[in-house]
């Protein structure tokens, strides 16, 4: 057995051989199977780069319009599922809502699936196409709306706008949506993404990888960045406001969310893309309000962290908000769109996983006591 050290959160340690996605912080990179995700977003569509993922290559026209025709296919819910998200309690977080469905399609998916032949995930690809559907409905219901049925000729991206407000999105904003998926699609092995490899290691379902990761990536410290930078812009409100903001920020030691990145020391790649788009919809609308105010924070932070001596600069959550704001998505939906965007993802590393599978079994550094004597009930104290 190899000879390892003790890391808190496993931090540093390699406990996998992966081809699927490189983070290249120093540099500011990041690539899905090679290929740069400047490139990506700028030539291919979300299910292109879902087919990526999941193949390892990028499809040739036969196999793009094979794959495609799959996926859309697979777009629209089943009346238990829909029955399931109306039902489900109204002040429970969509998160919660869409690992339950996934596991739930487990129940009357994956079973046949896997007394047929070898469980292929690949092929129901329920969890990424259905994730869309899902989100959109729960907006839908939970507004007071009814079910949409998808369309089958739009974009991934392009289809979830329309599902969610009932109107096809323009050419700007559905391409912008798609590619917002791309940039979320992939980030090696993070917290979700490892439990999805964890889960997949004891050959469980791929659903009950896809939910579990769900369920990671719901928590604080890993999905939800992008919500916050929203709720301090609303609270900043005006461009000018902004350096007082956030000098009182740092000097009271709060966090500005959306600036700096674990792995990124360099700018994260995602987040100038995604600059862009944010620049781009602001000039359709005629209102640059968010975008001015999120220059100004970025511009004192980067001031103050450099008479420190500290280079950090904006993560992807630092501008997505903002887009999906003026996308005309709602606050409490962004988490969720990480998730549907990360299950492409996910699902690569649970096949990548199971190709050259070892039950993930690490120890833990056992600090407690050893031959204790069990007092009876009435002596304890
Ligand atoms: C992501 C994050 C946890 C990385 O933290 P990290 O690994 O400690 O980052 P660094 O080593 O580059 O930090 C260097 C210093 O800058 C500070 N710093 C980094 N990001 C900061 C931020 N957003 N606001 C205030 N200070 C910050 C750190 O506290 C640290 O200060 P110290 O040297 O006095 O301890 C951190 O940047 C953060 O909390 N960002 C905001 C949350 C966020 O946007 N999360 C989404 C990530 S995709």
Not at 116 to 143: G, I
Not at 233 to 251: S, T
Request: hydrophobic residues 35%.
């Amino acid at each position: 057995m190899a000879n390892v050290e003790y890391s808190k959160g496993l931090e540093g340690v390699i406990a996998a051989e992966s081809s699927i996605c490189k983070v290249d912080g120093e540099n500011g990179k990041l690539y899905y199977e090679g290929y740069s995700i400047e490139d990506l977003v700028a030539q291919c569509s979300f299910e292109e780069v879902t087919y990526l993922l999941l193949y390892g290559e990028l499809p040739n026209e036969r196999e793009y319009t094979w794959f495609q025709k799959h996926m859309r296919a697979s777009r629209d819910i089943s009346e238990p599922i829909r029955h399931m998200i109306r039902e489900f309690p109204d002040d429970a977080h969509p998160m919660e809502l869409l690992q339950s469905v996934v596991a739930y399609l487990s129940g009357y998916v994956e079973h046949k699936i896997q007394h047929s032949a070898h469980c292929n995930c690949r092929d129901p690809l329920h969890q990424v196409v259905q994730l869309a559907t899902v989100v959109a409905t729960y907006e839908r219901f939970k507004t007071g709306r009814s079910y949409i049925e998808p369309s089958k000729t739009l974009s991934h991206g392009a289809n979830f706008l329309y599902m969610l407000t009932g109107e096809e999105p323009d050419e700007l904003e559905g391409s912008i949506m798609d590619d917002c998926l791309i940039l979320h699609a992939e980030h090696g092995f993070n917290a979700s993404t490892f439990t999805a490899r964890v889960v997949a290691s004891t050959i469980s379902t791929c659903y009950s990888a896809i939910s579990a990761a769900i369920g990671a990536l719901f928590g604080s410290l890993h999905g939800g960045a992008n919500e916050k930078v929203m709720q301090m812009v609303d609270e900043i409100g005006d461009p000018a406001k902004a350096p007082a903001w956030v000098n009182r920020a740092l000097d009271e030691k709060r966090k500005v969310m959306g600036m700096g990145h674990r792995v990124y020391k360099a700018p994260d790649p995602r987040a100038t893309v995604m600059e862009s788009y944010l620049h781009k919809l602001s000039e359709k609308n005629g209102d640059f309000r968010y975008y001015e105010i999120l220059k100004a924070v970025e511009r004192t932070f980067r001031e103050r962290m450099e008479e420190k001596g500290k280079p950090i600069y904006p993560n992807v959550d630092f501008f997505s908000g903002a887009v999906y704001r003026l996308l005309g998505i709602p606050i409490r939906l962004y988490t969720p769109i990480f998730a549907m965007a990360r299950a492409s993802g996910w699902l690569a590393h649970v096949l990548e996983q199971r190709a050259d599978n070892r039950i993930y079994r690490p120890k833990a550094l056992y600090v407690g006591e050893r031959d204790k004597s069990i007092l009876p009930m009435n002596e304890r104290p």
